[in-house]
């Protein structure tokens, strides 16, 4: 029987196996990973988490993080703050964690308790908007016009650990026509990697609320690094001062940027479940 463990941080949901002390690599099949997140034949969840053991001793675990169509991500921010309550209650860990991902080391704080919900502080590094260096978007030479639907957009690009255009809408759009945008951005010629996308609506200058389409997801809930990149984004624009409230569908994250540029995401984390995956899904999972 394989154990797990299902949290979420503002409804963006996980499912966690702790691979520290056993080999769990026959579930890291896309067809496996699908089939976990399938909430009619499997356990139900935006992605699927392992968390792993460091490969320095320095640091207290590593995250391998996979998205709902069985692709793998390099980050998540909601999914890092879960990780980290989850190391803290399995390995009696601090109030501190450093967890290794495949964008860097990430420095993970609890700061508060309440009602059943834990608030953690996750250093995210700084933003970048050279996306073109690192393969994510075309150069300007061969980047077409984003025009869909009599709109144009005009994206910021961020790497905040995973690649994301951020739109400042200047109009507002129907949840039904983000959706297609987002489908349709994620997997435009402009975007050799596929992309994350924010549909976003500045408030004032510490407050934004934004929609989510996720590389590999479709819409979703929350997302940590999408709230990440768009306050930076917002900063540099000159939209935002360098604390931001971030409003999304299922919750709210604190976004901030210190004196070096380093980002900075505040929000909660909830476990749903735990349980064991039964023997026929097991068998199902197991198969070459």
């Known amino acids: 029987m394989i154990a797990y463990c299902k949290m979420h941080g503002l409804g963006n949901s996980f499912v966690f196996f702790d691979e520290m002390n056993q ?35 320095k640091h207290q675990c590593r995250m391998q993080m996979f998205n709902s169509d069985g692709t793998e991500a390099e980050m998540c921010g909601n999914a890092i703050r879960c990780l980290a309550h989850l190391y803290a209650k399995r390995q009696l860990g601090g109030g501190q964690t450093l967890i290794e991902t495949s964008s860097g080391i990430k420095e993970v704080s609890l700061v508060s308790c309440s009602h059943g919900e834990s608030f953690y502080k996750a250093q995210m590094g700084q933003a970048l908007f050279d996306l073109v260096a690192t393969g994510e978007q075309l150069p300007a030479e061969r980047y077409k016009a984003l025009s869909w639907n009599e709109r144009t957009f005009e994206p910021v690009y961020v790497n905040v650990g995973n690649p994301h255009a951020v739109i400042f809408l200047k109009s507002p759009m129907s949840s039904d026509e983000m ?54 984004a917002g900063i540099k624009l000159g939209h935002f001062d360098k604390k931001v409230t971030v409003h999304m569908p299922g919750g709210d994250l604190l ?34």
């Not at 929000?267 to 064991?276: E, H, N, R, S, Y």
């Open 23 to 57: 080999d769990l690599s026959f579930l890291r099949k896309a067809e496996s990973i699908k089939l976990i997140c399938d909430a009619r034949f499997g356990i139900g969840s935006d992605g699927v988490i392992f968390m792993q053991s460091p490969r320095d001793p």
């Open 179 to 232: 959706k297609t945008a987002g489908a349709w951005l994620e997997t435009h010629p402009n975007h050799p990697r596929r992309i994350n996308i924010e549909f976003v609506e500045v408030i004032n200058r510490n407050e934004a609320r934004i929609n989510i389409w996720e590389r590999g997801c479709g819409m979703t809930q929350a997302c940590g690094t999408g709230a990440t990149a768009t306050a930076a």
């Open 255 to 288: 976004i901030e940027q210190d004196a070096n540029g380093i980002m900075y995401m505040t929000g909660p984390v909830q476990a749903i479940c735990t349980g064991q995956v039964a023997p026929s899904l097991s068998w199902k999972l197991s198969r070459p």
